[in-house]
């Protein structure tokens, strides 16, 4: 069965640093996600990307986030300067179209001293 | 905010049905309902979703009530590893997106 694939699984890293998520979407699917959860707290939505444009973004996703599609099948989040708070998991989602069920990534845990 | 609303926790005995249910009064004709678990802080597992009819999986039963305003999920023989926070989620009409609430967490207890 096809799934969505995150790496690393695990990342530790200083504030100030710049850090790169990444994920495989499921093949066929068009729609891209990420969300994230800080330890104890709801997941969030940051942003979704369609078409090789951010479709809607959160208030959460400011100038320190960027999302790209570098290639066929990878979907970045890039976090340019890390602060103590980015410290989350981090997920990707995938659906195939807009109102379609998106399908989640297994998460990036973003450790930030 | 999330358009539903679920009891913050629950327990159920192995082997036993359990049931978990969500207000969604505010849901929208052509708003489907959608239901995820996350295990443990891994990623938010899809269960099933529906829009009027009553749904069934492999995994778990979906009944919504016929002015749609609540839904049970039904799990039908829970086992341990059915423990787990459970959300039950109304995507927003316009990009789709996922509000997350808190959730229902559910204990299977032997």
């Known amino acids: 069965e096809p799934e969505v694939t995150q790496t690393p699984s695990h990342q530790v890293t200083q504030m100030g640093q710049e850090v790169i998520l990444r994920c495989v979407p499921i093949?066929?699917?068009?729609?891209f996600y990420w969300y994230r959860q800080i330890l104890g707290q709801k997941v969030e939505f940051l942003v979704s990307?369609?078409?090789?444009?951010?479709?809607?973004k959160s208030e959460i996703f400011d100038d320190q986030f960027s999302v790209e599609r570098p290639d066929g099948s990878n979907f970045t989040l890039k976090i340019r300067s890390t602060k103590l708070e980015d410290s989350a998991m981090y997920f990707c989602?995938?659906?195939?179209?807009?109102?379609?069920?998106?399908?989640f990534g297994p998460g990036t845990r973003l450790l930030v001293l | 905010d999330a358009k539903t609303t679920q009891p913050t926790s629950m327990d159920c005995a192995e082997g036993r049905a359990a049931n978990l249910p969500c207000n969604h009064s505010?849901?929208?004709?052509?708003?489907?309902v959608y239901w995820y678990r996350q295990i443990h802080s891994q990623g938010p597992q899809y269960i099933i979703h529906?829009?009027?009819?009553?749904e069934t999986n492999e995994m778990a039963s979906l009944i919504i009530t016929e002015d749609r305003k609540s839904s049970t999920l039904i799990l039908p023989h829970a086992t341990l590893r059915d423990t787990a926070v459970y959300y039950c989620?109304?995507?927003?009409?316009?990009?789709?997106?996922?509000?997350w609430g808190a959730g229902t967490k559910l204990i299977i207890k032997p």
């Open positions: 529906g829009l009027k009819n009553n």
């Open positions: 989602a995938s659906s195939e179209f807009l109102e379609e069920t998106q399908y």
């Open positions: 093949s066929n699917h068009l729609y």
């Open positions: 990307f369609y078409n090789n444009e951010i479709s809607e």
């Open positions: 505010t849901i929208s004709g052509n708003e489907y």
């Open positions: 989620i109304v995507p927003m009409d316009s990009n789709y997106q996922l509000i």
